[in-house]
């Protein structure tokens, strides 16, 4: 065998366990939640014999594009709001010393060793009418005795980008300890200011560190159903609730897959989006690399 082939050997037999992991665990649970789509639901909460499109004609329920377009929104807003507080704090956290960075990150990863559930349940408690910070709001004269701060919108969205920061934080941190600031001091000794060398030379710098965070914050956050469903109310209702609903409520499953088709399609799209982008620039990299 020549060496070239055995090199393509190994590599293949590297990648195997990888593909066998995402063939059973991804790949074969979407494809079984599409065809259950189409199959009937029975009145005990099972799925019936024979194939059908009555699932899909009551995804039509005019309701489905108002909270799938929140979904959307809400966890665009949240992925934007991770990403503007991430990015300046990794660029801080590459930029300090060693002891100082281990704190920090130390501090980053701090909200891990405490469930989630118990951090959503504290936020509860915070924006709870009675709770300090609205007696804090009031008393500064920045909210009125009527304001509402839970069981709407901007109570899911700050909860959400407070859960999401961290994996916002990390990648862009990774990316920005690789890069060479010795790049930003040359582009201030060019003229540029510090705010447009940072815009202009650190943020390509960490594009790769910038998309993985994004695909970090955004995904989870399409299917997030615990966070609308402790600070949200009925008018912040995401697609992960309404599956949650179909799935132990009601007991349609078929409903439940049609919906989580849904967001499955919803969760594809970016990643087929930025691979196909990724593709595309990396014919005109080799061409800058060549000189071209």
């Known amino acids: ?57 009551t995804l039509g329920n005019p309701n489905y594009p108002a909270i799938l377009w929140r979904t959307i929104r809400l966890s665009m807003l949240a992925t934007g709001g991770c990403i503007l507080l991430a990015t300046p704090m990794a660029y801080y956290m590459a930029r300090a010393g060693a002891a100082w960075r281990r704190w920090l990150l130390l501090l980053v990863v701090l909200p ?28 500064l004269g920045l909210a009125g005795p ?3 701060l839970l069981y709407n919108e901007n109570a899911v ?64 956050s399409l299917g997030s159903y615990v966070i609308p469903d402790i600070v949200g109310g009925p008018t912040s209702e995401m697609v ?17 897959a049609g919906l989580s088709a849904i967001l499955a399609v919803a969760v594809l799209a970016p990643l087929l989006a930025i691979a196909s982008l990724r593709r595309r620039e990396s014919p005109r990299d080799a061409l800058r690399e060549e000189g071209v």
């Open 1 to 57: 065998m020549k060496a070239g082939a055995r090199t393509r050997l190994a590599e293949w037999l590297v990648t195997l366990p990888s593909f066998v992991w995402l063939g059973v665990l991804f790949l074969v649970p979407t494809v079984l939640v599409f065809a259950i789509t189409f199959k009937p639901a029975t009145p005990f909460g099972g799925i019936g014999e024979g194939w059908t499109l009555d699932t899909l004609r």
């Open 240 to 256: 992960g609730n309404k599956i949650a609903q179909r799935t132990f409520v009601d007991r349609n499953l078929p409903h439940a």
């Open 112 to 139: 891990f060793w405490t469930s989630s559930l118990v951090r959503i349940f504290a936020w509860k408690v915070l924006l709870h009418p009675e709770g300090m910070l609205k007696q804090a709001l009031v008393w």
């Open 146 to 148: 009527d304001a509402m």
């Open 157 to 220: 969205l700050l909860v959400m980008v407070y859960t999401e920061l961290p994996f916002a934080i990390l990648p862009i941190y990774a990316a920005a300890e690789k890069f060479d600031f010795r790049l930003i001091e040359a582009a201030k000794d060019l003229g540029a200011s510090s705010f447009r060398a940072f815009r202009s030379v650190f943020l390509p710098g960490i594009r790769v560190g910038l998309l993985t965070a994004f695909l970090m914050v955004f995904i989870p």
